[in-house]
């Protein structure tokens, strides 16, 4: 009698971890959904996404976020709802054997649980961890300066300004309304320049509102190490956006920086001294601390050493992208050099990065990526910007628009596209709004008061101790 052949034990799916949920882990992510789709149906496939928030934050709508002129959920994009084919955990990646193809990571049930970090296996493997902002150690940075990096920096930094004209509005003392109404900004790239833009229209738009605090009231202070500002746009371009602010009363000091805030007084290095409540900090970004906790090759700025494949050059199935990753850059004029760090590369990169890890996996050969930068744009406030695309330089209302129209193209999802379209619509055909919602950083304040529990410090008070500096 003929035996049965016995069933051949099960496999494995081959597991893909990405690490990271922002630009380069929500698109690969997405990317690795559709060119893996049949692989995903049958079981053989599975992706697998670790990152400290459920959502990916599109930075480059952050100064329209603070200014109002986009509602925060708008700027962010759940990534459980546009990742359905793969297995979103809401943790951190802490440290990572690649020789043993295993990560560490916390979940937000590590503590309750009492277990610890646990280990999680892989096959392949997309370190996209982003970057942090660099700081220096200057006196007074960690307890009074404010980030602007996330959405809830953004939409703190919106209360803090706002409660600032409240408390000029309403104090007698000269010294406190001074410091309240000085804005000292710090670092003349994107973030900085366009937060600074963004903020100080808002700012005079809501000093019409109070009865003795005056648009010209307010000092804006923007502070730049290097020779100029805004380097991405050329220097033709640069110039015009600083005789542009400067025609806006916003005081640009260039070759200067930042040598302490203690005591809440903004000290610069070419001995100017301003009191001041607000010192926001923008002066550039570094790698995520991760890096240096795996086994992976890096280079001497603690980035990923790649290849134009965007394969971590030595470590065969793991890849890298974006601020993480050190690329080279084959459209280069100059050999060695890398991809800037930037959202225009890390999104292109990621389809390349999609494609060669769904060609890895069916064994077909991999494919250099190769961009040619197009240019870029930044915007100086409502109808104010500037622009060097394809050559072209634009400023004022065209670039302004130009700034809308790709970044509306840019954002994920058409859902979050309609919504950021109709905002843009009715704060065109309705006043901004003014309000400060500070409390909501502190929704248990009024119970816990009621129940008879003694608040914490208020982090915006003088002297603070919050890591995260002055809040509404």
């Not at 994009?77 to 943790?91: A, H, N, S």
């Not at 690329?327 to 930037?342: F, H, I, M, Q, S």
């Not at 991999?366 to 961009?371: G, N």
Request: hydrophobic share 40%.
């Amino acid at each position: 009698m003929p035996r049965t052949p016995s069933p051949e034990p099960k496999q494995h799916p081959a597991r893909i971890l990405v690490v990271g949920g922002g630009y380069v882990g929500m698109y690969t992510a997405l990317h690795l959904q559709k060119r893996l789709k049949p692989e995903l149906r049958a079981g053989t496939v599975e992706i697998v996404v670790v990152t400290p928030d459920p959502y990916m934050t599109y930075q480059p709508f952050l100064p329209e976020a603070a200014a109002g002129s986009i509602s925060p959920r708008h700027v962010v994009v759940p990534l459980r709802r546009v990742l359905p084919d793969c297995d979103v955990i809401v943790g951190e990646v802490v440290a990572i054997d690649h020789a043993k193809r295993t990560a560490t990571y916390t979940t937000l049930a590590s503590d309750e649980e009492g277990t610890g970090p646990a280990p999680l296996t892989y096959d392949e493997l997309v370190l996209a961890p982003g970057s942090i902002s660099r700081t220096l150690p200057v006196p007074g940075l960690a307890d009074h300066g404010i980030g602007f990096k996330t959405v809830e920096e953004a939409i703190g930094l919106r209360n803090h300004v706002i409660e600032q004209l409240d408390i000029a509005s309403s104090t007698r003392d000269p010294a406190i309304r001074d410091a309240a109404l000085t804005f000292v900004f710090v670092g003349g790239g994107y973030a900085g320049v366009e937060a600074l833009g963004e903020l100080e229209d808002m700012a005079r738009y809501a000093a019409k509102y109070y009865h003795n605090v005056k648009p010209e009231d307010l000092k804006w202070i923007l502070v730049e190490a290097s020779d100029r500002i805004l380097p991405e746009v050329g220097p033709e371009m640069g110039q015009y956006t600083i005789r542009e602010l400067r025609g806006r009363n916003i005081d640009v000091r260039l070759e200067t920086r930042l040598e302490s805030c203690e005591n809440r007084i903004a000290v610069l290095s070419d001995g100017s001294r301003f009191p001041t409540r607000t010192v926001v900090w923008t002066a550039g970004v570094k790698p995520s601390p991760l890096l240096a906790a795996t086994d992976l090759p890096l280079t001497e700025r603690g980035r990923l050493k790649c290849t134009a494949a965007l394969a971590v050059d030595g470590a065969p199935h793991a890849w890298g992208a974006g601020d993480a990753a050190a690329v080279p850059d084959l459209t280069a004029e100059e050999p060695g050099t890398d991809c800037a760090p930037n959202a225009q590369h890390a999104v292109r990169q990621t389809k390349t990065l999609a494609d060669n890890i769904a060609a890895s996996l069916r064994g077909q050969p991999l494919t250099d990526y190769q961009h040619a930068y197009v240019g870029s744009v930044a915007s100086l406030g409502l109808h104010k910007g500037v622009a060097h695309v394809y050559g072209r330089k634009l400023k004022g209302y065209p670039a302004w628009f130009m700034h809308r129209v790709y970044h509306l193209s840019r954002v994920p999802t058409a859902n979050r596209k309609a919504r950021v379209l109709t905002e843009w619509i009715l704060s065109g055909l309705f006043k901004r709004e003014i309000v400060s919602l500070g409390s909501l950083e502190r929704p248990r304040a009024e119970f816990e008061l009621a129940a008879g529990r003694v608040p914490p410090e208020d982090p915006s008070a003088p002297g603070s101790k919050s890591p995260n500096g002055p809040k509404g």
